[in-house]
């Protein structure tokens, strides 16, 4: 099922270039006040049109999970619908294959959300009347492709997701949780290597939550689908992103990996969204220790030796609670670099109060 | 009558009222010469300013006029509307025969199995048996199965035209601003008086004359509701059809429709009971069945021939509704447990 994930991993999938989105009876006339830089307010008690994306760039890797990450308002679930095409944009160009998506024909477009890409949506999103696995199927039917052949893909897939046994109920039989893995297994039957999760897990409990997404990453560690998740919740975006893209207002913040966005936040708003995380446990030891080469010398002896994904919450375990020594960093048994307790308290404390200490 | 004379010659305008009043024979009345007290002016209707004008018409003009007016497009309209509706009339026929020429001991075993299936209850299932039961001893047979025919073409009519219309209506905000206004007079008027243009244009033994006063007066839930219910699918749903690249089609089959049949249902419920209530009103205008003994009880007085016949009416009321609702409220029940 994944023969066509062989790709690259720097591979650019889909490459978004200056996409607005404005709402309102006339966006076309807004259009060229924002490229002045205006405030979201401002236009709206001027023009009484809302911003719904303002100038918005980005990469999404092939492969990869990119996370778009913002509050509600942010325009984030407006941004993941211009992929697909729910919603059209006012201006701007969404690159796939190098074929303007905006561009597309009824028919063409029609073609590519039946076989580039699936959609996993916040309230499930389930049809009613039909059964789980019926539900599965959808996309197979709506291709009008082969009942035996598609009724077994979505077998498969509703057993990966550990719903065996529930092909013949109806969705409202089902818990939230187990209805989004329904969700899941419906996309994943699509068989499409593009994945849109609209805050697929936010309206599920926090413990089925984490269990969906560790689901989600073991998927994804043998289908190398090119996911675009969005969500309100860093903790989330933090575990799952490859690719962390911040959305405030409409506009991008800041996109990057998630472990350097934590530790170098580009602005205040970045700051205080990070400000609450627990940096001991969403830190990894790769992103805070010294690379090998910088450290030519190695002074003093080294306690021990950690791989470079555990989490800083990890190594203070493991070194007990001791504030000095060294320790070595592995990447599949090879050392990469080495990585000091203090350097490793410091990165646990925020960005903002130890730059104002260095200032006095 | 001096209240509006004085103003017609003031305006100078006697000479043509004038040149319009017909020589009428006097009457007692006006040869009285009732005293006319100042404050008595009478508002300048119609008939009041003929008195004092020959040339503006009476009220039984306007009427008359009417009357000319659709006796006048009366032939045009019959050569239009009698080849589209005849079909109407061998349904009506057809179906009228069916039901009161199978004999009762095919019928019966024939209605269980649809009321079982349609319903999947032992206990509406045997009250059905016991009215008919009851018909069939009361020898009100016959009638009610006439009335049932009528009302079976007339519902299913209804539902091959209403549900369609109700789409296009969900599908088109102008359509539904259009159609609006028609659904409500269709509603509002008075039963009487759907049949008062059809008898103009159809002759009073033609089926499809009550056959379409039914139609118009039953149709309008089951459109509205069609409409409704279409509108009201859940946009999330919607939304996920769209993003899996369904065509317009297929979201209409697979996804707007099922999710609009409870909706759709409830509206066929309602034509059914509404198609009842215009078929006993149908008998004036020769609709045969259970409505025939309601209008013989009153015209020759016949209490006892009424009542029953009411009563006859009301079991069959019951009937048509259990049925629907039970069949609606099972679907109710696959979808949202």
Same mark, same amino acid.
Not at chain 1, 222 to 244: C, P, R, S, Y
Not at chain 2, 139 to 163: E, N, P, R, W
Not at chain 2, 263 to 269: D, P, Q, R
């Given at each position: 099922?994944?023969s ?18 404005? +709402? ?11 490229h ?5 307010? #401002? ?26 990450? &913002?509050?509600?308002?942010s325009?984030?679930?407006t =941004? ?22 905006l ?17 996993? +949506? ?23 492709? #082969? ?29 939230? &949780?187990?209805?989004?893995?329904v ?11 593009f994945m ?5 897990f ?14 989600l990453?073991?998927?994804?560690? #043998? ?12 903790? %989330? ?9 911040? =959305?405030?207002?409409?506009f991008?913040?800041?996109q &990057? ?15 205080? +969204?990070?400000?609450?995380i ?25 306690a021990?030796?950690? #791989? ?22 592995? %990447? ?16 646990l ?12 | ?28 009345? !006006? ?10 002016? @009478?508002?300048? $209707? ?8 020959g040339?503006?018409?009476? $009220? ?15 032939? !045009? ?22 039901f ?27 009250? /059905? *048996?016991g ?7 009361t ?9 049932? $025919?009528?009302?079976? /073409? ?8 209403? *549900?369609p219309?109700?789409?296009?209506m ?10 609006? @206004? ?7 008027? @008075? ?16 089926p499809k004359?009550?056959?379409?006063a ?42 707007q ?5 409870p ?7 309602q034509?059914?009971?509404? $198609?009842l209530?215009?078929? *006993? ?5 020769s609709? @045969? ?24 009416i /009301? ?8 049925? !629907?609702? !039970? ?11």
């Open positions: 099922m994944t066509t994930q062989s790709q690259k991993s720097s591979d650019i999938a889909i490459s978004i270039r200056n996409l607005f989105k404005i +709402f309102g009876d006339d966006p076309k006339s807004v259009l060229p006040q924002l002045d830089g205006i405030d979201k307010a #401002d236009v709206q008690r001027k023009t009484g049109h809302v911003i719904g994306l303002n100038n918005i760039n980005v990469d999404i890797q092939s492969g990869k999970i990119t996370v778009i990450m &913002g509050l509600s308002g325009g984030k679930s =941004l993941i619908r211009h992929i697909n095409r729910l919603i059209e944009p006012t201006a701007g160009e969404i690159l796939l294959d190098g074929e303007n998506i561009n597309l024909p009824d028919d063409k477009l029609r073609q590519l959300r039946q076989t580039r890409m699936s959609m996993v +949506f916040q309230k499930f999103a389930l049809l009613p009347h039909r059964t789980v696995l019926q539900n599965t199927m959808l996309a197979p039917m709506v291709r009008n492709e #082969d009942k035996v052949k598609s009724e077994k893909e979505a077998r498969y897939w509703l057993s990966r997701v550990e719903l065996d046994g529930y092909e013949d109920a109806y969705p409202h039989q089902l818990s939230g &949780g187990m209805q989004q893995r969700g899941i297994a419906r996309a994943l039957t699509s068989n499409a290597d849109l999760m609209d805050e697929a936010s309206a599920l409990d926090p413990l089925i939550r984490t269990s969906m997404q560790d689901l990453l073991d998927l994804q560690e #043998d289908l190398h689908k090119t996911i675009i998740f969005i969500t309100h919740d860093l903790d %989330e975006a933090l575990k799952i992103a490859d690719h962390l893209v911040v =959305l405030k207002d409409g991008v913040v800041q &990057g990996n998630p472990q350097h966005i934590i530790l170098n936040p580009s602005d205040p708003y970045i700051e205080e +969204f990070v400000s609450d627990n940096r001991a446990r969403v830190l990894r030891v790769g992103s805070v220790m010294k690379p090998a080469k910088t450290t030519k010398k190695t002074t003093g002896s080294i021990g030796s950690i #791989d470079s994904k555990q989490s800083l919450e990890q190594l203070i375990a493991q070194a007990d609670g001791d504030v000095k020594g060294l320790y070595a960093v592995t %990447e599949m048994d090879k050392v990469v670099g080495h990585i000091e307790m203090t350097q490793v308290y410091k990165a404390v925020r960005y903002n109060l130890t730059t104002s200490r260095r200032a006095k | 009558m001096a209240a509006f004379e004085n103003v017609f010659s003031f305006f100078g305008l006697s000479e043509w009222c004038d040149s319009g009043k017909q020589k009428a024979l006097i009457s007692l009345k !006006s040869l009285k010469n009732e005293e006319t007290a100042w404050w008595d002016i @009478p508002f300048p $209707s119609l008939d009041n300013l003929h008195k004092a004008c040339s503006i018409p009476q $009220s039984r003009d306007l009427t008359a006029s009417l009357e000319d007016g659709f006796l006048y497009i009366r032939p !045009s309209l019959r050569t239009v509307l009698d080849p589209i509706t005849q079909p109407l009339s061998w349904m009506l026929d057809s179906a009228l025969y069916l009161t020429n199978t004999p009762w001991w095919i019928l019966l075993p024939l209605f269980i199995l649809a009321v079982q299936w349609s319903a999947r209850s032992w206990k509406i299932t045997a009250f /059905v *048996v009215c008919i039961i009851f018909y069939l001893a020898d009100h047979y016959t009638y009610a199965m006439q009335t049932l $025919s009528i009302i079976f /073409v007339c519902t299913v009519l209804c539902v091959v035209i209403g *549900v219309t109700g789409i296009l969900a599908r088109s905000n102008t359509f539904q601003r259009m159609l609006i @206004p028609i659904l409500d007079m269709l509603q509002t008027l @008075p039963t009487f008086v759907y049949l008062i243009p059809l008898i103009f244009i159809f002759k009073i033994t033609e004359l009550y056959g379409l039914i139609i118009l007066y039953a149709i309008v839930p089951v459109i509205r509701l069609t409409d409704l219910g279409i509108r009201l699918v859940d946009k999330d749903v919607i939304e996920a059809a769209n993003a899996y690249g369904m065509t317009k089609r297929q979201l209409l089959f697979n996804v429709v099922p999710l609009a049949m909706n759709i249902m409830a509206g066929v419920n034509t059914i009971m509404m $198609s209530a215009m078929v *006993v009103i149908a008998s004036l205008v609709a @045969p069945g259970l409505g025939t003994l309601v209008l013989d009880g009153i015209n020759n007085l016949r209490l006892g021939v009424g009542f029953m016949a009411g009563i006859g /009301v079991l069959l009321a019951i009937i048509l509704d259990r049925v !629907s609702k !039970s069949a609606l409220k099972r679907m109710n029940k696959t979808y949202h447990g």
